[in-house]
């Protein structure tokens, strides 16, 4: 028998055991009369005993329906318990809320607002995986991840923090040393810091594009190493904008060429945005963080 008519005719036999009548239980569960009658009759046949005693006067349990009501009894209530616990657990930002995000990312607009954000969650706990590796909610076993690109090309259901935009930027002390680039052509005589082998630097002024292939002696798939790097004065690096607001507001770095439209072939920076998988079951704990997180980098960055 399937499964899915077994907990109707279990759930039938309870409320006529407890109440003492079929009209009554029928009542109860918005359901007619013959409707409980025939669930209770299914369920005695597919056990192949009886458990009720009828008469005119009364309904009575026979030993096998006791035995079978406080076993099915149970069943229920732990089905309602567990019903309770899942709707408390969307309803009430709780458990561990595991969250996955490039390195300097959480440096910069993740860790800062930690103990605030646990602090108003105090059933949240938060496990961070930090990583400029790609990370899949599924096969990683997170709740969110925040990656920086077009969330167009995601499966997953993408959720908009903040626009992105490239940034070309050095240290006063490279400037000073060789001279600011005044046009992107002069790249070509500087050392550029490149991340992750994306040296194909163009931008799109007055509908013109023009490209250079970036030369330097670093390349790094890490952020941080290329931030470092520029403030040390090594060279030239073009990097997502949002990161370097503090290095800027500190004059550790400072921006050039501003009024170039930067981008990088084969690399798309358009949003920061936070991925996770299923919109019909948000647990509370992931809408809190991505709602907290957007409104924090909306108003910081």
Excluded at 34 to 52: F, K, M, Q, T
Excluded at 118 to 124: A, K
Excluded at 275 to 292: E, G
Aim: charged share 20%; glycine share 4%.
């Amino acid at each position: 028998m399937d499964q899915k008519q077994l907990f109707p005719m279990m759930n039938a036999f309870i409320a006529v055991a407890t109440i003492g009548s079929f009209s009554q239980a029928a009542k109860q569960l918005g359901s007619s009369q013959p409707s409980i009658s025939r669930l209770v009759n299914d369920l005695e046949a597919h056990l192949g005993v009886r458990l009720l005693q009828r008469s005119t006067r009364k309904l009575s349990l026979t030993e096998a329906g006791t035995i079978y009501f406080e076993k099915a009894h149970k069943i229920q209530q732990d089905i309602l318990d567990a019903q309770q616990s899942v709707n408390a657990f969307k309803q009430t930002p709780s458990g561990l809320l595991r969250i996955g995000a490039p390195l300097h990312w959480i440096d910069l607009m993740i860790a800062p607002y930690l103990a605030e954000f646990l602090q108003r969650y105090t059933q949240i706990k938060l496990e961070i995986i930090a990583t400029d590796q790609h990370q899949d909610i599924v096969q990683d076993s997170l709740d969110v991840v925040l990656r920086v690109g077009d969330p167009k090309h995601s499966t997953y259901i993408a959720v908009a923090i903040k626009p992105v935009k490239l940034t070309l930027c050095a240290s006063a002390k490279y400037l000073n040393r060789f001279g600011t680039p005044k046009s992107i052509t002069e790249l070509t005589q500087h050392n550029c810091l490149i991340y992750n082998k994306l040296n194909e630097w163009q931008s799109l002024t007055n509908n013109q594009l023009t490209q250079i292939k970036a030369q330097g002696n670093l390349d790094s798939n890490l952020v941080t190493v290329l931030i470092s790097s520029a403030i040390q004065g090594m060279g030239v690096t073009l990097l997502p904008n949002l990161l370097l607001k503090s290095y800027f507001d500190s004059n550790e770095l400072i921006e050039v060429l501003p009024n170039e439209n930067w981008s990088i072939k084969h690399a798309t920076v358009e949003n920061v945005y936070a991925l996770y998988s299923d919109r019909n079951h948000l647990a509370a704990k992931t809408r809190a963080f991505i709602d907290f997180f957007k409104q924090k980098i909306q108003d910081d960055f």
